[in-house]
């Protein structure tokens, strides 16, 4: 979540993604523990909303339905069922038949599911591809 404008650092160790970071009066990551502890004590789905800004400042807004994430187990592997609003920019960007993130564990720069290095070169944690 951010509040105040300013981007946060993504670039967190596993713990920190698993805990939690930021400041909740300002930006923060809620932390997977506290997010799986509201999925799992829901029966409705949940819907995840992403705002993205490339380096040309265009922004990127699409939703998926239906979210939930596995336990550290499973490196919190993310899941959904359905695509819903995607911003016009969005549309020819990312492919939703084949969205990548869908049944991904997720990594950190401490922590690469894959060993792809794709946490690090990114300098954020994610639900990457192998």
């Known amino acids: 979540r951010r509040l105040d404008g300013r981007p ?4 967190r160790s596993w713990e920190e993604y698993k805990k939690g970071f930021g400041h909740t009066d300002s930006n923060f990551w809620l932390g997977f523990d506290k997010v799986k502890h ?22 990127c807004q699409y939703n998926v339905g239906n979210f939930n994430i596995g336990n550290e187990a499973s490196n919190f592997t993310g899941t959904f069922t359905a695509v819903g609003h995607c911003s016009k920019w969005c549309e020819g960007s990312i492919d939703f038949n084949n969205f990548r993130t869908n049944g ?10 894959y060993g792809n290095g794709c946490p690090a070169a990114q300098a954020s944690g994610w639900w990457f591809g192998n």
């Not at 991904?104 to 599911?113: A, G, V, Y």
Request: hydrophobic residues 25%; glycine residues 6%; aromatic residues 14%.
């Open 8 to 11: 946060e650092n993504f670039n």
């Open 38 to 59: 509201i999925l799992n004590n829901d029966g409705n789905g949940f819907q995840l909303d992403f705002d993205m800004t490339d380096t040309n400042n265009d922004n």
């Open 104 to 113: 991904k564990p997720f990594s950190t720069f401490d922590h690469d599911s």
